[in-house]
């Protein structure tokens, strides 16, 4: 029986033992490596004659997929997939899949943190407490102005499988909810019992802006400053999806200017971001490493998605969640 070669470019996980035992069983060679800040030469040699790659964060470019002798199947460990050349898989008959169902309640549980945070002036209420315990008394002096998180309009920017459970949470705080995405169908705009906008209808409107779409040509930095003097001086906004969705330098100016009361952030152009990274140091932007996704229940769901679409690639079934469609390679 032929023995099919799986190699992981990258991992966050503490190893991948479960994986190799899962697989032990099963005709294929499983290399686990760290390749995430390797040149492109180390690399392709360790990718070049795999069929199936598994990859986390490792930039697998057009370059990288010409070089790429045998593989059939990429699977993005992850919700997003703009790190994969797609266009470029396809061209060379090569399945991209990802995982997009693995940590929902995550990153919509993160948003909602950091709506929650922002709107109650989190961080204000942290330097009052300190200030409060130096002077023996309470002073809230420089925390105000708050305002009811109910009663409120909530802008969702992306209404996929993560903007669509942010919904419910919302309206579960009294919150009304405006909805801009283009690709939602009448059908499913129906069943969440809301009403896309055009974005330039919702953003003056809201008192609070969640991102939420997929990082690509269309929406990279979406939000720029236009966009964000839209908003009114009072309003918050959060970035749980892609960093590049936002063009950080103008949320920096507008969070410093008063163009919006104060931003949300999770995600980076860059990962992690550097010292002077723009968005540091600004009291009214909370910033979290990207940990969204993170819960000890996604991390094995994840692990167990991946190595169920491995399984169906060696029994000649297509994955669960295919990017592209491609024909047979060769």
């Known amino acids: 029986m032929k023995t099919t070669k799986i190699v992981v470019t990258d991992y966050i996980e503490p190893d991948l033992e479960w994986e190799r035992a899962q697989l032990a069983p099963l005709p294929v060679m499983f290399e686990a490596c760290q390749l995430k800040f390797s040149p492109q030469e180390e ?21 990288v997929i010409q070089n ?15 790190n994969i050349d797609v266009p470029a898989a396809t061209e060379h008959g090569i399945q991209v899949c990802y995982v ?6 995550e990153v919509a549980e993160q948003a909602m943190m950091l709506l929650l945070l922002c709107r109650r002036k989190f961080t204000r209420q942290q330097e009052a407490l300190e200030t409060s315990v130096a002077k023996g008394q309470w002073d809230f002096s420089t925390v105000g102005p708050i305002r009811r998180f109910s009663n409120t309009k909530a802008g969702i920017v992306g ?15 009294g919150v009304e909810v405006l909805v801009h995405d283009p690709y939602l169908s009448d059908a499913r705009q129906a069943e969440l019992g809301i009403r896309c906008v055009a974005l330039e209808e919702l953003l003056p409107k809201a008192d609070m802006v969640t991102i939420h779409p ?26 749980t999806a892609r960093g590049a969705i936002v063009n950080a330098d103008a949320l920096a100016r507008a969070c410093r200017e008063g163009w ?9 152009e860059k990962e992690p971001p550097e010292r002077n990274f723009v968005l540091r140091g600004i009291q009214n932007v909370i910033l ?3 940990l969204a996704w993170y819960s000890e229940d996604a991390g094995v769901s994840i692990r ?9 690639f060696l029994d000649g079934r297509p994955p669960r969640f295919p990017i592209n469609i491609v024909g047979a390679k060769g």
């Open 260 to 268: 919006i009361a104060g931003a949300g952030i999770d995600v980076f």
């Open 304 to 312: 167990e998605k991946i190595l169920e679409d491995i399984r169906r």
């Open 159 to 173: 209404c996929g499988r993560i903007g669509s459970l942010v919904v419910g949470m919302l309206r579960g705080f």
């Open 43 to 63: 690399l392709l040699a360790r990718i070049g004659d795999a069929e199936v790659l598994v990859v986390n964060m490792v930039k697998i470019t057009r370059e």
């Open 214 to 239: 997929a990082l690509n040509r269309e929406t990279q930095y979406m939000i720029g400053e236009r966009e964000l003097r839209m908003m009114k001086p009072t309003a918050i906004l959060v970035n």
């Open 68 to 82: 790429l002798r045998s593989c059939k199947l990429i699977i993005r460990h992850g919700v997003g997939y703009d």
């Open 100 to 105: 997009p169902d693995y940590c929902r309640e």
């Open 288 to 290: 979290t490493p990207h």
